[in-house]
């Protein structure tokens, strides 16, 4: 259907999806439900996944609210009011950590400069991991403002945190407000220090409760928000719902300019000593991405924690460009 599509850079709830395989799809299905958007378009390596899911999804339309679904090319992300990047590829047999981070850039280092030249105005929201180290790679290569490249970073440990805490204290998991900071993966760092429920921060709530607050219970749930992804990939090879549902909520407070503070991965400057990397931080996220990262006050051993993940994703960005230059001079 392109000749019938309006590609004027003034369309503030075109979506695009790049990569719609497991986690793609996912969050597609998700802005299809919502009614979030009034186009959707999905762009794959493989065309014809691409296509057949943009027929599966458009024929989930009768049933929702209006909004147009079609597979199409990169031309087609100019006016999109954010490009969600899933594309990626998995882990091989043997295959080391070093060596998927760079397939995974060689993949980003493809799809970015032709979503930033389509639609040099959007938002771009990097999802494939390793999400902070790719983050920064697809920010240096769209040539944008570092507010409009974001990673989806931990919001997906956040909501499992969250999600954990809420079961423990039985209370809804929306009135949890706690966050993990850093890297998305195994070096993230749990915020207690701010963890409250209704302002009452976790020891105060137990007290309040008639409850004990137990210190090793805390741990052991942040141990399963952290492996959480190895549990379920165990399972069921991949995860993919809690994400989509999340790339969503980071959609929907850019669609509709809602300053809703989300730990996404963005450009950190001058924080705790940490600068030129990405990692998350609660960040005021608005219709022109993250207009600011919240400078919390974070405990000595929380600001270390940050430290070393900063520290853990600088190796992966600096191990990444000296492999690009040993690839350059072959
Ligand atoms: N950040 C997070 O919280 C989080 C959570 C879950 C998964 N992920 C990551 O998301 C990524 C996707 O996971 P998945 O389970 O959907 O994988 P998948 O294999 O199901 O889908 C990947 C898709 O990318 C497409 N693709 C590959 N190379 C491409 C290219 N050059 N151009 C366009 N499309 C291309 C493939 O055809 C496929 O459809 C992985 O990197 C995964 O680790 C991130």
Redesign the pocket.
């Known amino acids: 259907m392109p000749d019938t599509i309006d590609r004027s850079p003034s369309h503030p709830s075109r979506v695009a999806v790049?990569?719609?395989?497991?986690?793609?799809a996912s969050f597609a299905y998700a802005l299809v439900l919502s009614g979030l958007a009034s186009e959707l378009v999905l762009?794959?390596?493989?065309t014809r996944?691409a296509e057949g899911e943009a027929m599966d999804l458009a024929h989930a339309v009768p049933f929702t609210k209006p909004i147009r679904v079609w597979a199409g090319d990169y031309a087609d992300c100019a006016g999109a009011a954010v490009t969600v990047i899933?594309?990626?590829?998995?882990q091989r047999p043997g295959e080391s950590r070093r060596d998927l981070v760079s397939r995974?850039a060689a993949?980003m280092g493809?799809?970015v400069p032709q979503v930033a030249e389509a639609n040099p105005d959007g938002i771009i929201l990097v999802?494939?991991?390793p999400?902070d180290v790719l983050s920064y790679q697809s920010w240096k290569a769209s040539g944008l403002h570092p507010s409009r490249v974001i990673g989806?970073g931990t919001i997906?440990d956040t909501a499992r945190f969250r999600s954990l805490l809420s079961e423990h204290f039985g209370v809804d998991p929306r009135s949890v407000h706690a966050f993990i900071a850093g890297e998305?993966g195994d070096s993230e760092v749990p915020i207690w220090s701010s963890a409250n429920i209704a302002g009452m921060r976790l020891a105060e709530f137990c007290t309040a409760n008639g409850l004990t607050y137990d210190s090793a219970e805390m741990d052991a749930i942040f141990a399963r928000t952290r492996d959480a992804a190895y549990e379920i990939i165990a399972r069921k090879g991949?995860?993919?719902y809690a994400?989509g549902a999340g790339l969503l909520r980071i959609v929907e407070a850019i669609i509709r300019d809602q300053r809703t503070v989300l730990s996404v991965s963005s450009l950190v400057d001058d924080f705790y000593g940490i600068s030129d990397v990405y990692l998350s931080l609660p960040c005021v996220v608005t219709r022109d991405g993250v207009e600011r990262l919240l400078r919390l006050d974070l405990s000595p051993s929380e600001a270390a924690g940050l430290r070393r993940s900063a520290e853990v994703l600088r190796t992966m960005i600096d191990d990444l460009a000296a492999d690009a230059g040993a690839g350059a001079g072959t």
Do not use: C, E, P, W
């Open positions: 790049v990569g719609v395989g497991n986690v793609g762009i794959d390596r493989d996944r899933t594309a990626g590829v998995a995974n993949i493809a799809i999802t494939t991991n999400v989806s997906l998305h991949a995860t993919y994400v």
